[in-house]
């Protein structure tokens, strides 16, 4: 009574006029559907199958509370460890200062989606085995390493009888 009276109140880190530090502070953005497509999520994202070894995509999707991933794994690809009947456990590499740490997080299969990141390499793979066999039936040496686009060839334009204007940047003591 009188001893409880003399005990100062516990301070709270937030006052009400300071933002609060919520799980979903600063998302308003990150976890808001886009333009007609708010409401009941559609079938098929709950008749996706996922399997041990898959690399998903995480994102958060607002409409859905539960088992949402918090917002430092929005838009991160991890690969599932486990599978069960509404959720995923997913291992995600996350920068730490100066460390990477291996996270296991579970999340509801509503937030995530099979990724395409590998589509492009597996699809390299596969042409790069039909070369091989083209070449060996050949008996030649094909090039199988990636090559950045070559320049375009040589070609003419139409000037409609206007003469080309040759363009050339301002010398720096005449600019204003």
């Not at 199958?49 to 607002?62: A, E, L, N």
């Not at 083209?134 to 008996?139: I, L």
């Amino acid at each position: 009574s009188k001893l409880a009276k003399q005990v100062p109140q516990p301070y709270h880190f937030c006052s009400p006029s300071k933002a609060s530090w919520g799980k979903r502070r600063g998302t308003l953005y990150m976890c808001s559907r886009p333009f007609r497509k708010r409401g009941v999520l559609p079938l098929a994202t709950h008749m996706r199958i996922y399997k041990k070894g898959d690399t998903v995509d995480i994102k958060g999707t607002g409409t859905v509370q539960k088992g949402m991933p918090h917002k430092c794994y929005h838009g991160k690809t991890g690969r599932a460890y486990s599978v069960t009947q509404h959720a995923a456990g997913i291992i995600i590499n996350k920068q730490v200062k100066g460390k990477i740490l291996a996270k296991r997080i579970s999340v509801h299969i509503k937030h995530i989606k099979r990724s395409k990141s590998r589509h492009s390499f597996l699809k390299r793979v596969k042409e790069n085995g039909q070369k091989k066999k083209e070449a060996k039936e050949k008996g030649a040496w094909g090039q199988l390493k990636h090559q950045p686009a070559p320049p375009r060839e040589a070609h003419f334009m139409r000037t409609n009888g206007k003469e080309p204007e040759l363009l050339e940047p301002i010398p720096h003591e005449f600019m204003a």
